[in-house]
């Protein structure tokens, strides 16, 4: 059974950083491209970036330069830094795998809440 | 960028009727990479629908995914209570941004 746990959310200040992780069960994570989606309290899905398998990168404007999206396959786990954190960026942080053009199996969310 | 407009933002039905749901995107959707997903509150997307008309596993078969180009659909035969919930719909361009539409509510 395929298994996605994100954690690592919280509640920081503006300008501080925090690291989430989710952590994948039930495939064989070197072979698949992760993402982050996120979704601010009451809006829709915001896709924030992805890793592929070989390690190449990409990410929405909104989180460029600030935001860094890494994988570590030995321990079958996908991670987001996020540094320079504005109140924007609260929301549910979600990770989710790709496979054919979609992403088919999403984890349960963490909850990063930015505020003073 | 590709920007994806769901039309309408509600939608009011009645369980035994059938939804349709419109995904318009503002440039051509590579290969028709276009997917759907369900979000019901408090739960994590689940894929319904991938490369436009293609079932993901376990989906029953009243829902379905039809266009192409820049236009696209998501219907849903014959709502049961469950299917009330909200649909975003997604596009994998041959470059990321991945964007998602805004989301209907399905109400």
């Known amino acids: 059974e395929v298994q996605l746990v994100e954690s690592g959310g919280g509640l920081v200040q503006p300008g501080e950083s925090l690291k989430l992780s989710c952590a994948a069960s039930g495939f064989t994570f070197s072979d698949s491209p992760m993402h982050w989606v996120r979704q601010a309290p009451g809006k829709g899905l915001e896709w924030v970036g992805r890793?592929?398998?070989?390690?190449?990168?990409a990410y929405a404007e909104s989180v460029r330069g600030r935001f860094t999206i890494s994988r570590d396959d030995s321990k079958n786990t996908a991670y987001l830094q996020m540094n320079s954190l504005k109140s924007e960026d609260t929301a549910v942080y979600y990770c989710?795998?790709?496979?054919?053009?979609?992403?088919?199996?999403w984890g349960q969310g963490t909850l990063v809440t930015v505020s003073s | 960028e590709i920007v994806l407009t769901q039309s309408p933002d509600t939608l009011s039905l009645s369980p035994g009727e059938r939804a349709t749901l419109s995904c318009r995107a503002s440039q051509s959707v590579y290969n028709g990479y276009l997917a759907w997903y369900q979000q019901r509150p408090g739960q994590a997307p689940r894929l319904l629908i991938h490369?436009?008309?293609r079932r993901a596993t376990g989906i029953p078969d009243r829902f379905s995914g039809s266009g192409s180009g820049t236009d696209f659909t998501l219907t849903i035969s014959r709502l049961e209570p469950e299917d009330f919930a909200v649909y975003y719909c997604?596009?994998?361009?041959?470059?990321?941004?991945?964007?998602f539409g805004q989301g209907t509510k399905l109400e």
């Open positions: 490369v436009t008309s």
């Open positions: 997604q596009q994998y361009g041959s470059a990321p941004p991945y964007t």
């Open positions: 890793i592929r398998n070989g390690y190449a990168t």
């Open positions: 989710s795998r790709q496979t054919d053009s979609c992403n088919d199996y």
